[in-house]
């Protein structure tokens, strides 16, 4: 699923392919896709006739600013992905395989889009249709971006006696951690998923700070989230791939977690 790396393959897709080009028209087919009051007609009002400036993310949210001249968006659009969402600009994908997606290509499932006036498209195709488009999203409700969060960030996000995985995945925390990268970051970094955050030595948040940043840095290049080390090893029977130790499992933060009882403490 799209967790931050997938989404910055995107913005990079977005970044190489889609900047400069004059939108002709939009294609909007599902409102239910549209979100906190946008709606085709705001859309198409708000984009046809401009560009997309830039692309930025914040965990995984895209956000392409728009407008008529380089340095002055006059307004963001925001995309969201969902567990199976992928852009597509000129028909290829930022990322060619997702996992727990389809590999459909069906334009049956683009929930929104636009063309330019070359002819050419950017759209989000989205199966399960769980991701959404608005216009100027809220980033008050959300963390610092996972990638280049800071250390003093990272423990003020981390300063509640909740269990640590759940607070690395709570976006309005911390944005982008999704549940296979929490498994990923906490394995990487000698971490129990269930230990309370707010009890964590500062020498394992600065340990956890490392591996947030350059585990990400990594998947991003191995390009995607499920690329991780422990991921084949996430299952019944699974072991360790640093110590051989039997992995333990169990529901934390409401989602499924693996880890190493040996080695992550
Ligand atoms: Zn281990």
């Known amino acids: 699923m799209p967790e931050l790396p997938e989404v910055e393959c995107y913005r990079t897709l977005a970044e190489a392919r889609a900047l400069g080009r004059p939108i002709e028209s939009v294609h909007a087919p599902d409102g239910w896709y549209l979100k ?35 340095g002055e968006p006059d307004l963001v659009l925001g995309l969201r992905f969902g567990m199976t969402g992928r852009l597509v600009v000129d028909g290829s994908a930022g990322v060619d395989r997702l996992l727990y997606s389809t590999s459909s290509e069906d334009v049956r499932y683009d929930r929104f889009g636009v063309q ?47 269990a640590v995985k759940a607070r690395l ?11 296979l990268i929490a498994d990923e970051i906490l394995w990487r970094a000698g971490v129990a998923p269930e230990r309370l955050a707010a009890d964590l030595p500062a020498a394992s948040v ?3 700070h490392q591996h947030l940043v350059s585990g990400l840095a990594d998947l991003i290049e191995r390009g995607g989230s499920h690329t991780g080390d422990l991921q084949p090893h996430r299952r019944a029977g699974g072991r360790c791939p640093r110590d051989g130790a039997g992995l333990a499992h169990a529901t934390v933060g409401g989602r499924s977690t693996w880890w190493c009882p040996k080695h992550q403490r």
């Open 36 to 70: 906190r009051g946008t709606d085709a007609r705001r859309l198409e009002a708000a984009l046809v006739g401009q560009e997309f400036l830039a692309g930025r993310r914040r965990g995984k949210l895209l956000m392409l600013d728009v407008g008529a001249a380089p």
């Open 116 to 162: 330019f006036g070359d002819g050419g498209t950017l759209v989000v195709r989205d199966p399960r249709r769980l991701g959404g488009v608005e216009l100027d999203p809220d980033l008050d409700r959300l963390g610092p971006d996972a990638l280049s969060v800071t250390l003093a960030e990272l423990r003020h996000a981390l300063a509640d006696r909740v």
């Open 169 to 179: 995945m709570d976006q309005s925390r911390l944005a982008g951690v999704g549940n």
């Open 206 to 208: 600065r340990r956890l």
